[in-house]
């Protein structure tokens, strides 16, 4: 995720944010000012945002004080300018109790506020590190919008007040939210990272102008929609601004693709990924002590497998091991000219390219535009965000905000940079729920009643196929994992201890939702629609895995319909089905995956049928003009009374 959060504690505010973030996650000298250690530092100073500042007195886009953040994040949830309000009140004539109090936003919290770190994917600020000014400003505006649009869809659609006994009454925060936002320009390796720290306040206040706190754990369930909604924002943003698209790329095996500017090499993602290399290292280490810990009985303490929440666990070790002291900030300027030098010298990639990045990006997007056109479906992406889902969520229980999230990463992988309409991707998540998702819901209080946390499943009939993983059988210490399914497991080597050979891990997620996906793909690839303004196959092929595309014929006498129909490779296809990862995840046996497919097959013959009305268009049929920045949306209707194939509707 491009999204993090963590959780901000009254104490912690003094001891880590006012020492340390606010000067660029540097060190702040002791008696040092705000301003002039954010001047040292070569950082910006900070700004309030948000709504919510209506109600409080800061206007959008003023300057964070330090005495302002130590009242609302430090002193337990007090106004910003408490300490002004305070001295008012006493000169008026009140006693120091009621000049304390007016200065209180409601009741005193030890949690203060979660701090929200944006930043966009290593190509977007590459570009930043190693462009001109105007490159910089226009990375830094797109950054600065997309984080003000998902702060306002959180404002919106997630932040929730708790009222009432055991907080059972929840209402939105009419007003808004407050947020002070502080921008960095570097990691703690020193490589560049164009990031900011969000700093939201809990406090909101209620319709009748009493002041309550935000519920966190809204927040935290809705951090990976907040993530997909922010990569779309600034991807899209930058993109059309300098002229570029994205393109997926897979950076782990078995996880989800990210979407990175085309054109950047991925040598100069590895410069600036030295901690992923030690981060890796010391996972391979931490898992090898996993999978042979013993108790004092000389038992195996755990699995000798690693599974997907165990490896996680384990990175966070790994991340926290491996974590290096912070480095001394330098103002921009030298940050720039020393990282481009360095890149140069040890990243591997040739320097005419990092000297001219953004011409060799803008080369590689028109290539990408020219072979795959924005075209959004929303038939076929509800099918396509509801498998993915299905499969990628234990039990294959999910809630709507998985539905937006994976909406939202489906929009982004189609439309390739390119900008799409507001509110694209809550039609995505209708079509799915109404068509494809039941609804299994047992409210038993009144946060269950409530549209976010409905419960769902697919409605597809898929006993023989349970998207819950198996529990994996306690293999012998003494034998080798097989090579194979079904094969027996190889004798360990002589003098060779449980745990060195190939660590056998539980197969990600996503490679099941991968292979679910593609079965889907491959019954809609069949569907045929004459007189559309577009043909399926090309927004299969915008959408499909690299790994499953066909190469183009060579003759291009031969590329008609029946050769795109040949998009996806079926040999790779049946290699995925038979690798052992996909296998122990899901047991795929040919009559299970018959199953699969039949059920699939009932989605597109429903997609199929949303579609039926452009089966009766002519051939000859003028397509339907396409929408301004070439994209074309479709939006399934069926022919009323007085439309059809005579209105020309």
Known sequence: MTVDIRVIRAGQMYRYYLRETVVGDGRRPARTPLRAAQEQAGVPVGRWMGRGLAALGPAPGEEVTEAQLRNLFGERGRHPDADRIEADRL??????????????????????????????QPTIYLLWAFGDEETR?????????????????????????????????????????????????????????????????????????????????????????????????????????LGLATEPRTVTPGRRPVMEIAGVPHALIRWTSRRSDQITACLTELEHEYVTAVD??????????????????????????????????????????????????????????????????????????????????????????AATVFVMNGGGRFHRRHLLAEARRHLALVLRGRRRDPGLDEEIVV??????????????????????????????????????????????????????????????????????????????????????????????????VRGRAYDVVAHQQAVMPEQLLAPEPADPEHDDQAGRGEAIDMKALRALRESRTDVEALDLTAERLRHLQDAFTAAGDRAHTTMGRYTRRDDAETPHPARRDDQQVHRPQQPGPHRGRETGH
């Open 91 to 120: 000169a008026q004539g009140d006693s120091p109790k009621q000049a304390f109090k007016a200065g209180a936003l409601g009741r005193r919290v030890t949690v203060t506020g979660v701090d929200f770190v944006f930043r966009p």
């Open 137 to 241: 400003r226009v990375i830094e505006a797109a950054h600065e919008r997309a984080i003000e649009r998902v702060l306002e869809w959180i404002e919106d659609e997630v932040a929730v007040i708790r009222y009432g006994k055991d907080g059972i009454y929840r209402v939105r925060p009419p007003g808004g939210l407050v947020a002070a936002r502080f921008r960095h320009y570097q990691a703690r390796s020193g490589m560049p990272l164009l990031h900011d720290h969000v700093l939201l306040s809990v406090k909101g206040q209620r319709l009748d102008g009493k002041w309550g706190s935000i519920h966190t754990t809204a927040l935290h369930e809705n951090t990976v929609a907040a993530s997909a909604l922010y990569n779309e924002l600034v991807a899209a943003e930058v993109c059309e601004e």
């Open 296 to 385: 004092e009985d000389g038992e195996l303490r755990f699995l000798p497998v690693v599974s997907e929440r165990a490896r996680a666990k384990l990175n966070q070790i790994a991340v926290r091991k491996t974590r290096p002291p912070k480095q001394k900030t330098l103002p921009l300027a030298q940050l720039c000219a020393w990282w481009k030098t360095s890149a140069i010298l040890t990243s591997g990639a040739p320097a005419t390219v990092i000297t001219s990045l953004l011409e060799h990006a803008r080369a590689a997007a028109a290539a990408i535009r020219a072979r795959v056109a924005a075209v959004v479906d929303i038939a076929l992406a509800a099918v396509d965000v």
């Open 431 to 528: 079509a799915a729920i109404s068509t494809y998702c039941l609804d299994i819901s047992e409210p038993k209080t009144v946060r269950g009643l409530e549209a976010g946390y409905r419960l769902y499943t697919a409605r597809w009939a898929l006993s023989d196929l349970t998207a819950r993983r198996r529990t994996p059988a306690v293999p012998d210490p003494g034998r080798q994992p097989p090579a194979d399914p079904g094969e027996p497991a190889a004798p360990r080597p002589p003098g060779q201890d449980a745990g060195e050979w190939e660590i056998p891990r539980i197969p990600l997620q996503y490679e099941r939702a991968g292979l679910a996906g593609a079965v889907v793909r491959e019954k809609l690839r069949t569907t045929v």
